[in-house]
């Protein structure tokens, strides 16, 4: 029985992590791109957005590159709701804590587990996300290129550049992401004295998971993008951002990151509900 929920767990997420990087793609471009780039090339969002489009087109500009993440979206969403829930379910036999407190560390536990998965995936995204820039070091445009690249001058462990960004946004978030959808969805439910949620609420929740991740880790994340787009370490990352443009560098990029947050992570929530439901 745990195997087949385990089985579906993977299935349905790998369908609404798909479903939900197609949406919040071209947002994602013009963060990463605000996140890696000096101040002076894109002093605003609007600009960032309107130099890709005018000299780029909208597929080759804003979906530089999705065939990575895409393909990774789905790993990443399925690792996520099968850690989650195969954790949910080892509390809930072994563990006194409260429900909030099981969620909060489920979701911990589930992010952690993603951050390996999705690094990779990640460090060739960000590659490609800014490769058609002039100030870049690499003219690779293709994932294929892209990955033969890394490995000839990193190795294969050069595909894990940024890890330790990846795991602190990650466990961090992935607590934020749960706990928020859970405690979002329960409550609207409560209010109409109701066991199941109306597609709205459904919605709502999804929607306000993505705010709480992305608010709550925006910084662990441009430290990431640095990380890998400059090849550079933890440490460094953090005294480059900083050196460059201070506190606020490190949230370059997260009003359109919070845009972005919400048609996404509605889509992700509501098909993976939906999908569970049928």
């Known amino acids: 029985m745990q195997f ?7 299935l349905y997420g790998s369908i609404a992590g798909s479903v939900g990087k197609v949406i919040e793609y071209p947002f994602d471009t013009v963060k990463v791109r605000l996140q890696t780039q000096p101040a002076h090339m894109f002093p605003t969002t609007w600009s960032c957005i309107k130099f890709t489009y005018e000299n780029e087109g909208l597929w080759r500009g804003f979906y530089q590159g999705i065939g990575s993440p895409l393909a990774g979206a789905a790993l990443e969403n399925a690792v996520l709701f099968v850690s989650f829930n195969q954790a949910k379910r080892l509390l809930d036999v072994e563990s006194s804590l409260s429900p909030l407190s099981k969620t909060v560390w489920a979701g911990a536990f589930a992010g952690a587990c993603a951050s390996f998965v999705l690094t990779p995936v990640e460090l060739i995204k960000c590659k ?3 490769s058609n820039l002039s100030t870049t070091k690499t003219s690779h445009t293709k994932i294929l290129p892209t990955i033969k690249s890394v490995l000839s001058e990193r190795g294969f462990i050069g595909l894990w550049q940024g890890q330790s960004g990846t795991f602190i946004r990650e466990s961090g978030g992935g607590a934020a992401w749960f706990t928020t959808y859970e405690v979002v969805k329960n409550y609207l439910a409560s209010r109409r004295q109701a066991e199941q949620n109306t597609t709205w609420e459904l919605l709502a929740s999804g929607a306000s998971a ?9 910084p662990a994340d441009t430290i990431k993008s640095t990380m890998q787009t400059d090849h550079i370490d933890l440490s ?9 443009q201070g506190i606020a560098g490190f ?15 509605a889509a992700i929530f509501y098909t993976y509900e939906t999908l569970s439901s049928m």
Request: hydrophobic letters at 50%.
């Open 4 to 10: 087949e929920e385990a089985a579906k767990d993977i």
């Open 210 to 218: 993505g705010l709480a991740f992305n608010a709550s880790i925006f």
């Open 251 to 265: 949230y370059r990029g997260l009003g359109i990151t919070l845009i972005r947050a919400v048609p996404a992570n």
């Open 236 to 244: 460094s990352a953090t005294r480059k951002i900083y050196a460059r």
């Open 128 to 130: 490609l996300q800014v």
